[in-house]
């Protein structure tokens, strides 16, 4: 995929890679605990599955995608950029949930912009190359995050570090929306030849999801889904017993990721992480995440192709038993 838009939603990646974790930090700095992580954490989260939802759909609907993307980022860079000038909690909270709101709306929007135009063979890479796109820059952010505290560690005394820490990352936002503006693709308009079959999108995206770079910095947020043709209606006729208890579990399982995640940041400062040895902690994760996601083809690959040698060995190897001796 060549379209230069990518770079755009890679600089807003930055930002949202940097802010992920410079948030929590600043939030510990001004005073706040385990608490105000969960509750921070959780309006993020909260936020994100309106956000999706009314986005995809109104995307869809209208054939405003670029008006979406480009609003999206804008948004995402004011709320950036108005954490630093409070001295309060709770106002870090709200502006922090606008951010990951952006983030979740413009998700969706993505992946149809990604995909509007091409053969439908090409889905999944273009996918796999957003997903890429978007990983890289926010593993730069925390980069960024980790290089800034560490050098600046020894000039500034902490707070003041996290808090000019919100400039270059509301700066990178800021620079994502004006190459969106000039890159991204217009838009189609309601029942142009543009849309993209929801049940075809749905297994590009699943097929792609390997690619995909997922940082523990902030698990919380939507992931990118196709939200059109969801209705509830629907799925309320197929929640069946077994379904009902595949999501208690899946609950359980993300409840207990958030338990440990969300209060993490807190926690290794109380033990004696400076911030640039949480934002290295972090990074390394992420980075472990990219090496996943760049191996997991391959073995996948592997797995398929030792999986058909089996099958072949046992469809055409005749092995006597000693009831045919």
């Known amino acids: 995929m060549a379209e230069r838009w990518l770079y755009g939603w890679g600089l807003g ?9 410079v948030v929590p930090l600043y939030v510990v700095e001004l ?36 008006v979406v993307v480009l609003a999206m980022l804008a948004l995402a860079a004011v709320g950036i950029a108005v954490i630093p000038l409070t001295d309060r909690v709770r106002p870090v909270i709200v502006a922090n949930g606008a951010i990951w709101f952006a983030f979740a709306a413009a998700t969706p ?18 996918i796999a190359l957003l997903n890429q796109y978007q990983g890289v820059g926010w593993a730069l952010g925390l980069l960024l995050g980790a290089v800034w505290t ?48 929801g049940t075809r999108l749905r297994r590009a995206i699943r097929a792609a999801d390997r690619f995909s770079v997922r940082s523990a910095t902030f698990p919380f947020t939507v992931g990118r889904a196709d939200f059109r043709g ?11 017993p077994v379904l009902a208890l595949y999501f208690a579990a899946v609950f359980c399982f993300f409840a207990g990721f958030a338990a440990f995640f969300a209060p993490l940041p ?14 290295a902690l972090y990074l390394i994760n992420g980075l472990a995440a990219l090496s996943y996601a760049v191996a997991f083809g391959a073995a996948g690959g592997l797995v398929l192709l030792g999986a058909a040698i089996v099958f072949l060995v046992r469809r055409y190897t005749v092995v006597e038993t000693p009831f045919q001796q």
């Open 109 to 126: 929007v993505l992946t149809l912009l990604a995909v509007v135009d091409v053969p439908e063979s090409a889905w999944s890479e273009r």
């Open 13 to 21: 990646s930055v930002a949202l890679g940097g802010a992920s974790l």
């Open 266 to 279: 807190a926690f290794l400062t109380a033990v004696g992480f400076d911030s640039d040895g949480v934002f």
């Open 150 to 197: 560490s050098v600046g560690g020894q000039f500034l005394p902490t707070e003041t570090l996290i808090r000019w820490l919100f400039v270059p990352l509301a700066i990178a936002a800021v620079l994502g929306v004006a190459l969106g503006v000039r890159t991204l693709p217009a838009d189609p308009g309601p029942g142009s030849d543009g849309e993209v079959s």
């Open 31 to 66: 005073g706040g605990g385990p608490v105000a992580l969960g509750v921070l954490a959780a309006v993020a989260a909260v936020v994100g599955v309106p956000a999706a939802l009314g986005a995809g759909r109104f995307a869809d609907r209208t054939g405003k995608r670029r």
């Open 230 to 240: 969801l209705h509830p209606r629907r799925f309320v006729e197929r929640f069946t």
